[in-house]
């Protein structure tokens, strides 16, 4: 079975801290994705990443940066932690070209 | 802006009924097409994947594509009360399988 793992279920941070979420994933695959999800909006992606040490942007990246130095290993931090980026944070991973395997979810709460 | 478009819903349907599932996208050349289930404050799971027009079977679930309407739907026959989730429609865009998520359908299944 694939798996996906995420750090932490629930993280609660000030505003103002830097903040670091981490994804494993155990498949091998080349592909992992950062999205949030927020009531109402759906799920949006905020950074992927396609191959060590590669990345490219999403839909939101402002606020966010990745970091993958392993291929099993997919890092997403919140530079200076805001209000506006409590939410529930989705890590998944993939072949190119198929679907998509997500972790557990943390929900981050930024005081 | 590529979009794929959901009901929100609810979606209600009484236990035994086919519920029916239904997500429209923007981009003409999207080749891959998957539905997800999401249960409440869990992460997304995949149900199926469908990349051929027509329909493909799995169980109980039925997805239906028709490229020509820009058209994906999921059908759930015999819907049991486990089926009670949010199913969210996801559409590949561009290349290293970049997904798409509609803001996904609340489906409720009552005894």
Redesign the interface.
Known sequence: DVKVTQSSRYLVKRTGEKVFLECVQDMDH??M?WYRQDP????R?IY?S?DVKMKEK?DIPEGYSVSREKKERFSLILESASTNQTSMY?CAS????????????TRLTVL | QKEVEQN?GPLSVPEGAIASLNCTYSDRGS??F?WYRQYSG?????IM?IYSNGDKEDGRFTAQLNKASQYVSLLIRDSQPSDSATY?C?V?SG?????I????TRLAVHP
Do not use: D, I, W
């Open positions: 080349e592909n994705f109402g909006l759906g799920l992606l992927f396609y999403g989705l993939s072949f190119p070209y198929n679907e998509q395997f997500f972790g557990p979810g | 929100s080749q891959s998957f869990k992460s997304p799971e995949l994947f969210l996801a590949n290349g290293y399988n970049k997904l998520f509609g803001a996904g």
